[in-house]
């Protein structure tokens, strides 16, 4: 009867730790979406509209991104619209 009555509470006590990591799983699964719901999501833009979009969040000038440009986006727009660099800088 010992045995029997330990392997009882050896069972118990996995179905109580089973249902202990549903009870964390169903936790974790409701925080997620809780945060979700509180997060927009991206609009959907294209790039240009992007970098205008952030632009105007920063209260930013095209003049004020010159820094970030370098040489080789230039040359390359420069070689894309078939005009000089001069005109970028």
Same mark, same amino acid.
């Given at each position: 009867?010992?045995?029997? +009555?330990?392997?009882?509470?050896? *069972?118990? &006590?996995?179905? =109580?730790?089973?249902?202990? *990591? !549903?009870? %964390?799983? @169903?936790?974790?699964?409701?925080? %997620?979406? %809780? @945060? =979700?719901? =509180?997060? +927009?999501?991206?609009?959907?833009? +294209?790039?240009?509209?992007?970098?205008?979009?952030?632009?105007?969040?920063?209260?930013?000038? *095209?003049?004020?991104? %010159?820094?970030?440009?370098?040489?080789? !986006?230039?040359? &390359?727009?420069?070689?894309?619209?078939?005009? +000089?660099?001069?005109?970028?800088?």
């Amino acid at each position: 009867m010992v045995g029997a +009555s330990f392997s009882t509470r050896k *069972q118990d &006590a996995n179905i =109580g730790r089973e249902r202990d *990591q !549903q009870g %964390v799983a @169903y936790l974790k699964l409701a925080l %997620v979406e %809780v @945060y =979700g719901e =509180g997060r +927009s999501a991206m609009p959907e833009r +294209s790039p240009c509209e992007m970098v205008k979009h952030l632009m105007e969040q920063r209260g930013l000038r *095209q003049v004020d991104l %010159v820094p970030v440009r370098s040489r080789a !986006q230039v040359k &390359a727009l420069a070689g894309y619209f078939g005009v +000089s660099a001069e005109l970028f800088l």
